[in-house]
């Protein structure tokens, strides 16, 4: 009689331990899934980087130097590993477009063209989307964290060496040099 | 059943205790604007603006009657609670000093009929205060209402949309009807709203039984076509369709949604996941935190929000106080409004 409830005991364990793996490596794809959302709209941008430039530079020869540094920042950002550093970049491309955009007021043929329209309008959506896709994403590393700090599964989390997910975003300090002002 | 629901409310309509003359049908006619056909969008093709100006000049020129007559419905009130008092009092009288014993059941039937009027009255201008209400909210905001019962629209809507419209088996109307459209970032969103009520009858041997339901529908186009069919629901109301789990990025999306749609998984996921992007994904949560829970169908065409029960209904309107209509209750329903035209459009918008 005592080893049965000896037995039941250690399969309701046994079986507790099985969720809440199961729980924390669910959790992990969502995180890994919405990275993977980020990446996506992050690489739409890029894409939709070079025609804005090459729309903008037929009409605002002035605004070289922003172009420039947009160009500079899409290139790093495309090369860069590191969620933090991206976050930065990124970050800095989002401020460096809308000043282009604010500038754009200043070039009545520019703002009339379509194709500048068109871009504008696609990057405008882009940028939300990626907004969008932070947040869900930061969204999933507080379930995550969550779930690997609180008991009882932060002591699965220890046995399967489960680590804490970064969170898509620039550090205080990185983010006071990003704002841009007009 | 359908005919019987329409004879009562034919019924209630001649019955009804503001009888506006011919000076307060020329005054509704005035106020209420010649109505364009370009601008507004049913999921039909088909909107009855004849109807729809014949019923709110109807009822706009009970609101002038009123106007003329504040003390009208003062008088009424009045006198119903008079009967009713009346009513009470001689029923207690008599039954505790009249040496007469009469039948319980016929004291029951006297007392219903004491309070008969004062009901009447009371529903009666609660429901024209509603449309008042509703009609001056169109108007304000260029949109149309239409304040009856529309049974038509309900068929052609159940062949459109089964899946939501396909319920019940009688009085399935449509009421509280909206049209109207936002413009947002020079691009125009074609709304159209209303209340589908239907009523599920069952019979059990010789007891029968009938529950009525309400189910706000809020209805957006979109400018641009999606390929597929598919439902975002708390709870399976869509029998049609077969639940088969699809899951997105959000986790809180997921816990909040369940996919219902025809169609293998393998073929319908990509897709279905490919409209539901980041930013759609978010602004659904938001209207779900915002009208607490919803059902959403997305067709090739539009995307119907399912709230249950009435989420534009308040009165703080009370005709017997003064024929004024309370700007709260003005501002509420517009407010509502706005939010499901504001966030439905914003998913429209990234849908395109």
Same mark, same amino acid.
């Given at each position: 009689m005592e080893i049965k409830i000896l037995l039941i005991i250690?399969?309701?364990?046994?079986?507790?331990?099985?969720?809440?793996?199961?729980?924390?490596?669910?959790?992990?794809?969502?995180?890994?899934?919405?990275?993977?959302?980020?990446?996506?709209?992050?690489?739409r941008r890029n894409d939709l980087i070079p025609n804005l430039v090459n729309v903008v530079k037929g009409y605002a020869t002035h605004e070289k130097e922003t172009l420039e540094?947009?160009?500079?920042? /899409?290139?790093?950002?495309?090369?860069?590993t590191n969620l933090k550093d991206i976050a930065k970049t990124?970050?800095?491309?989002?401020? &460096?477009?809308?000043?282009?955009?604010?500038?754009?007021?200043?070039?009545?043929?520019?703002?009339?063209?379509?194709?500048?329209?068109?871009?504008?309008?696609?990057?405008?959506?882009?940028?939300?989307?990626?907004?969008? &896709? /932070?947040?869900?994403?930061?969204?999933?590393?507080?379930?995550f964290n969550n779930k690997i700090e609180t008991f009882p599964s932060n002591i699965i989390a220890k046995m399967f060496s489960f680590k804490q997910a970064d969170f898509f975003e620039a550090t205080k300090e990185e983010k006071k040099e990003v704002n841009i002002s007009f | 059943m359908e005919n019987g629901k329409k004879i009562l409310s034919n019924f209630l309509d001649k019955t009804s205790l503001v009888k506006p003359k011919q000076e307060d049908v020329e005054m509704a006619k005035q106020s209420f604007s010649n109505i364009s056909q370009n601008n507004y969008w049913d999921p039909t093709n088909f909107i009855d603006f004849e109807r729809i100006n014949k019923n709110c000049i109807k009822i706009l020129s009970k609101l002038f009657f009123l106007k003329r007559n504040p003390d009208k419905p003062k008088k009424q009130i009045s006198i119903a609670s008079l009967i009713l008092i009346v009513g009470t009092v001689g029923v207690f009288l008599l039954n505790f000093n009249s040496s007469i014993k009469i039948d319980?059941?016929?004291?029951?039937?006297?007392?219903?009929?004491?309070?008969?009027?004062?009901?009447?009255?009371?529903?009666?201008?609660?429901?024209?205060?509603?449309?008042?209400i509703k009609i001056q909210v169109a108007q304000s905001n260029n949109f149309l209402y239409d304040p009856y019962s529309d049974y038509k629209k309900w068929f052609d809507l159940s062949k459109l949309y089964p899946e939501i419209f396909q319920k019940g088996n009688s009085s399935q109307h449509v009421e509280d009807q909206f049209w109207g459209s936002l413009t947002k970032n020079s691009i125009d969103h074609y709304f159209y709203s209303g209340i589908f009520t239907y009523t599920i009858r069952t019979q059990n041997g010789k007891n029968s039984s009938s529950t009525t339901y309400?189910?706000?529908?809020?209805?957006? $186009?979109?400018?641009? !076509?999606?390929?597929?069919?598919?439902?975002?629901?708390?709870?399976?109301?869509f029998?049609?369709?077969? $639940? $088969?789990?699809?899951?997105?990025?959000?986790?809180?999306?997921?816990?909040?949604?369940?996919?219902?749609?025809?169609? $293998?998984k393998s073929e319908k996921s990509l897709e279905i996941v490919k409209q539901l992007s980041p930013a759609v994904q978010e602004k659904i949560i938001e209207l779900d935190k915002k009208t607490k829970g919803m059902n959403i169908l997305f067709t090739?065409?539009?995307?119907?929000?399912?709230?249950?029960?009435?989420?534009?209904?308040?009165s703080?309107?009370?005709?017997? !106080?003064?024929?004024?209509?309370?700007?709260?209750?003005?501002?509420?329903?517009?407010?509502?409004?706005?939010?499901?035209?504001?966030?439905s459009s914003d998913i429209s918008h990234y849908l395109d």
């Open positions: 250690i399969g309701v364990v046994f079986l507790g331990i099985i969720s809440m793996f199961n729980s924390l490596i669910r959790l992990k794809n969502h995180v890994k899934n919405s990275w993977s959302g980020i990446d996506v709209q992050l690489k540094n947009i160009v500079k920042l /899409r290139n790093l950002s495309m090369n860069q990124q970050d800095q491309l989002s401020s &460096s477009l809308k000043s282009l955009f604010a500038v754009s007021e200043n070039y009545p043929n520019l703002k009339a063209n379509q194709n500048f329209m068109e871009l504008q309008s696609e990057l405008s959506k882009t940028e939300n989307q990626i907004a969008a &896709s /932070r947040r869900i994403y930061n969204e999933n590393v507080t379930y | 319980p059941d016929a004291w029951l039937m006297y007392l219903l009929f004491a309070i008969f009027p004062l009901t009447f009255i009371l529903i009666d201008y609660q429901s024209l205060s509603k449309d008042i309400n189910t706000h529908f809020f209805s957006i $186009k979109l400018n641009k !076509k999606i390929n597929t069919r598919f439902c975002l629901c708390r709870e399976s109301i029998s049609r369709f077969s $639940k $088969k789990e699809i899951n997105t990025e959000s986790i809180e999306f997921n816990k909040r949604f369940s996919f219902l749609y025809d169609g $293998k090739q065409d539009c995307v119907i929000f399912l709230f249950t029960g009435f989420l534009l209904k308040r703080k309107t009370n005709l017997f !106080k003064s024929v004024e209509i309370n700007e709260e209750d003005k501002n509420f329903i517009s407010n509502k409004l706005d939010t499901l035209i504001d966030i």
